[in-house]
């Protein structure tokens, strides 16, 4: 009923930019929490950036300065801007969204995205 779908991943050079979308459709009422993690070759899959509906924000140490999280809670779409990239932010990206089903749903659930692909070369 409720799908998460990524997009903007690719194949890059260390130093360039990707921008990455998800965007959930289906059965939601609101979203609570939409974040990015990624999970890398013989690593355990790790928070990138969060953002809450309204607005805070928080990130990885590893991407503070270079990446930038946003959402367009009209859309229930969130953002990812990566700037600088390096070899070491090559992974797949997954986006989590939390998120209530009705108005008079008690808790929240959470779907996961299927992931992009960003591998930077060099």
């Known amino acids: ?7 903007g991943g690719g194949l890059v050079q260390t130093g360039d930019s990707l921008r990455l979308s998800c965007a959930a459709s289906g059965s939601i009422f609101s979203i609570d ?4 993690y990624r999970q890398a070759p013989g690593n355990q ?8 509906r309204g607005g805070s924000t ?5 991407v503070k300065g270079r990446f930038t999280i946003s959402r367009d809670n ?11 990239l390096k070899s070491e932010d090559t992974a797949v990206y997954y ?4 998120f209530r089903r009705t ?12 992931g992009t692909q960003v591998t930077v070369s060099s």
């Open 95 to 98: 986006c989590k969204v939390v």
């Open 1 to 7: 009923q409720v799908q998460v779908v990524e997009s």
């Open 33 to 36: 929490i939409m974040g990015w």
């Open 103 to 114: 108005i008079l749903t008690p808790t929240t659930d959470t779907v996961w995205g299927q």
């Open 74 to 84: 009209a859309k229930n779409t969130v953002y990812l801007q990566m700037n600088s």
């Open 45 to 52: 899959r790790e928070l990138v950036a969060g953002i809450s």
């Open 58 to 62: 928080n990130y990885a140490d590893s």
